[in-house]
């Protein structure tokens, strides 16, 4: 037993930000047997919003402040948060054993953490539920715009490597349910690049069919089903062969050998996102137009 918990199941420290990709992981984690031990400010809104899974699953719910990290556990930090600021945390436990994993956004700073952790820095996320600093800054600017009938303008950014918030939470508790570490250093992200054009216009046909849908209004171009763009899949490994150098592509796209590799060993499939970004952004933009339904 430690902390009143059976060691030989995973035992799985949730601490950060109370985002959406943390209500996002902490849901694919009910779907195992995981003990999950979570902060009290948002314990009592996961065993509400997840009753259907703590009754008839079989993984576990635990606040921390009834649960301290002993050797064998995991920690997640999401986002910018400290160690010490974790609420139910009064002093920063003996680490020995313990493995910190800090998950991150590519524009968030990296955690003073003092000694070795994993890091996971995703790039690109569409995430399911709206929190201001969670969503991409031009969706935030699109919406307004198409709500008064207007065409946005577009700059010139790089490319979007656009991933579903769903495969980032599969892909973490993948790796977490595994009995090796995670890589030291890892980048999750989508494998083809959209460009600000493309990614409007998908923006913006999703926005036009909701409205429709909500007017009972129809037009040609609300009936007409609209062919996904075509995107060529890239490569996992950044390379150093012709027509870009590594430098070149490393700054276009995130390299993506290590969790590739880590999934693989985990369960024999590395990363294959399986979410079609249409998808995600429709329940992106469905949270934007009702943030009430997707709370966290």
């Known amino acids: 037993m430690c902390g009143g918990i059976m060691a030989e199941r995973p035992v799985i420290h949730i601490m950060g930000e109370s985002s959406s990709l943390v209500y996002a992981t902490i849901e694919r984690l009910l779907r195992t047997n995981a003990h999950l031990v979570i902060e009290p ?79 996971v820095i995703i790039h690109d996320m569409i995430p399911m539920r709206t929190q201001p600093f969670s969503l991409p800054a031009s969706f935030t600017a699109w919406l307004p715009a198409l709500g008064s009938g207007k065409d946005p303008s577009l700059s010139m950014s790089q490319d979007h490597w656009w991933i579903a918030e769903l495969d980032v939470a599969d892909a973490l508790v993948r790796l977490l349910m595994c009995d090796t570490p995670f890589p030291p250093f890892c980048s999750m992200s ?3 690049a959209w460009s600000i ?10 926005y036009k069919r909701t409205m429709a849908g909500q007017s009972g209004v129809f037009g040609v171009e609300e ?20 027509p870009m150098s590594i430098e070149e592509n490393s700054s276009i796209r995130p390299d993506l050998s290590s969790v590739h590799d880590a999934l693989h060993h985990a369960d024999g499939d590395g990363w294959r996102p399986l979410v079609p970004i249409r998808t995600s952004l429709m329940h992106c933009l469905a949270s934007m137009l009702d943030p009430s339904q997707f709370n966290v």
Do not use: M
Not at 228 to 234: K, S
């Open 41 to 119: 400010l948002i314990i009592d809104a996961i065993k509400t919003t997840f009753s259907a899974e703590l009754e008839f699953g079989h993984a576990s719910v635990f606040s921390s402040t009834d649960v301290a990290p002993s050797s064998g556990h995991r920690v997640l930090l999401f986002g910018h948060a400290s160690f010490e600021e974790a609420e139910g945390w009064s002093k920063q436990p003996e680490l020995n054993g313990i493995e910190l994993i800090h998950i991150h956004a590519a524009e968030q700073k990296r955690a003073s953490l003092g000694w070795p952790d994993a890091e």
């Open 190 to 192: 989508g494998r083809r």
């Open 197 to 206: 054009q493309q990614t409007y216009e998908e923006f913006s046909l999703l």
């Open 223 to 242: 009936l007409t089903a609209a062919p996904a763009p075509h995107i060529e899949l890239q490569p996992l490994v950044i390379t150093d062969q012709p």
